[in-house]
């Protein structure tokens, strides 16, 4: 059976379905493990006496002994103060499986299925599912500020299936973010829908819907910002081409980690032109960049190791260019800031986001015949020097240092790549 349906001792008689995520995956065909369940004609006390493990903390949720999948009872919410934890929850055996669909955002996640795998469809998400749109259940949606950020997720999820966001839906997020809930919203939630949409095949579209509605210029300010002073080379506001979209178009396609991906989303905030048919960007440019993006890091509390690698991409992207023309004492500048010599999976993220966002911008990846291969076979003649005599010279300690940096600078000057 599609559903696997639990029967077991814990959940004899229990009147309870599959919903969500799952049931509108399987009407895609898209695999999806994580399951939720939705139990009706309940209470707290019957599933803690069953055996389930009570894990809710504002409304009743609970794991399975042994599965652990989350059942939830039937419950229904009503708007009673700001922001999008401003409900009072209502669970009770009355509450029926139709009720509590009704509280959910999107119609394609608000179905059901049975252990007979009936299909329970109060607010049409199958056909919905099947036109490609993402339309809202009902007009409690604009109770949570919250959903302006999914609506635009699912549409990073699901963009690349044809799906596109409603007209009337669009509305309403607009309302949303003109009643000024968005301010409400804790960094910490926006930065999880970030990560999520980074994960997403169409990660651009993220954008592209928080940018329908208006969320974005409230939401991500700094990333606003480029639509209404684009650098001359890039592509005009609106097309599918723009520079920022095309790169995590691109990252989405390479299946990148959702660090990579932020790194291309940093790549974006420093102004470049071209000069003599090569990308150039000024010391002022750069400075502006990584103003823009300390300021998004310290709002939305972005780990360090994030705000790090996007530090070093509005610094040094470009370079990744010119990789193998870069002078010896240049390159090894670049590995040090890079902390190439310690850390080769930091420099390998900045390598890989630095070759998706200039893919982007020359739709060409004929640079230094693959800078990934070229740092991989420096970086692994780099680590073959032999630094085990230094300690045994009668040198300073400051010019050990210089000793070492001297012989890897030899290195590379020494180095050939084919």
Known sequence: MLTSFPNDKYTEGLEYYLVGGAVRDHYLGIPNSDR??????????EMQARGFIPV???????????????????????????????????????????????????????????????LIDPFNGLSDLRKGYLRHVSTAFVEDPLRVLRTARFLAKLGNLGFSICEETLSIMSQIVLSDEL?????????????????????????????????????????????????????????????????LKLAG??????IVMFGVLCASLVRISTHNNQWVTSRTEIERGITRLISFCARLAVPNSFKNLGLMMCRHHLKVATFSSLE???????????????????????????????????????????????????????????????????????????????????????????
């Open 36 to 45: 939720d369940w939705l139990v009706i004609s309940s209470t707290p006390e």
């Open 56 to 118: 809710g903390k504002d409304f009743p949720v609970f794991l399975h002994p042994k599965t652990k999948e989350e059942f939830a009872l039937a419950r229904t919410e009503r708007k009673v103060a700001r922001g999008y934890n401003g409900f009072n929850v209502w669970t009770s055996p009355d509450v029926t499986i139709e009720e509590d669909l009704k509280r959910r955002d999107l119609t394609i996640n608000a179905m059901a299925l049975d252990e007979s795998e009936k």
């Open 183 to 247: 301010a409400a919203l804790p960094p910490e939630r926006i930065w999880q829908e970030l990560l999520r949409a980074f994960k997403s095949p169409r990660p651009d579209l993220f954008f592209v819907g928080l940018r329908q509605c208006g969320g974005l210029q409230q939401l991500l300010p700094e990333f606003d910002e480029l639509f209404s002073k684009v650098s001359t080379n890039a592509p005009p506001e609106g097309t599918a081409n723009h520079i920022l979209f095309e790169s």
């Open 253 to 258: 396609d390479r299946n990148g980690e959702p």
């Open 328 to 418: 010896p004492h240049e390159l090894y500048l670049l590995l040090k800031d890079l902390d190439g010599f310690r850390n080769t999976r930091k420099m390998f993220q900045f390598i890989m986001a630095s070759e998706i966002y200039l893919n982007s911008l020359t739709h060409s990846s004929d640079y230094d015949n693959s800078p990934s291969d070229y740092m991989k076979k420096l970086h692994n003649r780099l680590t073959m020097i032999d630094l085990s005599d230094i300690g045994k010279l009668t040198l300073p300690p400051a010019q050990i240092g210089e000793e070492v940096q001297r012989r890897r600078i030899a290195a590379i000057a020494a180095f050939q790549y084919y």
